[in-house]
């Protein structure tokens, strides 16, 4: 009889052990879960963010773009000893 109730004890011990180790991985499971989860949730946020930023920068791009345009076309003109004929000239203040 002691040989079958150490038995249904080690039984019970085997048991108890497999349970913590369950627990002990679900608990890393889960945490790994959660920190893929952060990490997908930055990238998608980061993605979100840069998809509105090249917006903004695609039109301050082309503002600047235009703006260098007038500036070198003004300088060419004034290197071929002429006064600027555009608009944008007339604020700047030409001297010969």
């Given at each position: 009889?002691?040989?079958?109730?150490?038995r249904a004890a080690m039984?019970?011990?085997d048991h108890d052990h497999q349970r913590g180790r369950r627990i002990v991985l679900g608990v890393v499971v889960g945490?790994?879960?959660l920190g893929l989860g952060g990490l997908v949730g930055t990238l998608i946020e980061?993605?979100?963010?840069d998809y509105r930023r090249d917006?903004?920068?695609a039109r301050y791009d082309g503002l600047l773009r235009a703006?260098?345009?007038t500036l070198m076309t003004i300088e060419r003109q004034?290197?071929?000893?002429?006064?600027?004929r555009s608009t944008e000239a007339d604020r700047i203040n030409v001297q010969d």
């Open positions: 009889m002691d040989s079958n109730a150490e039984r019970d011990c945490m790994y879960l980061r993605i979100r963010f917006h903004v920068f703006r260098n345009e004034i290197a071929d000893g002429a006064r600027p």
